[in-house]
């Protein structure tokens, strides 16, 4: 019961340090573009396509959202590797994790590349 107390309070912890970095890396994505003249007309960054540009970011977000999950999965993988006391299975499955979540996070970034290329090179133009 102390081990699985442990491990509950651990995962807690980091999952609360991570959050402490959301505001700022919120804050830092920048939806709604102000114009510098006073102009009732749309910013020439925007003239471009909005739905390229929606896409983007949602997609930017979600490369966040997986990033950071990604990064607790492999915390979590290293606590159960760590935690396994020589257990065959219990390393096997900490591997695992670990294993899916690298996976993950190369198939998120990868779509991202993808998402980014599809939109700089194919819609823009």
């Known amino acids: 019961m102390n081990k699985i107390k442990n491990i509950i309070l651990s995962f807690g912890l980091v999952v609360g340090v991570g959050l402490l970095a959301v505001p700022a890396t919120v804050g830092a ?19 471009g396509d909005n739905l390229s540009n929606y896409v983007k970011t949602i997609v930017d977000t979600l490369l966040f959202v997986t990033g950071a999950i990604s990064v607790v999965t492999i915390i979590v993988a290293g606590f159960r590797y760590v ?43």
């Open 29 to 47: 994505v920048n939806v709604f573009p102000t114009c510098t003249d006073n102009s009732d007309t749309v910013c020439a960054s925007t003239t």
């Open 83 to 125: 935690t396994s006391h020589g257990d065959a299975k219990a390393i096997q499955v900490a591997k695992d994790t670990l294993l899916y979540a690298i996976v993950g996070l190369v198939v998120s970034i990868m779509a991202y590349a993808i998402v980014s290329f599809v939109i700089d090179n194919i819609v823009k133009k």
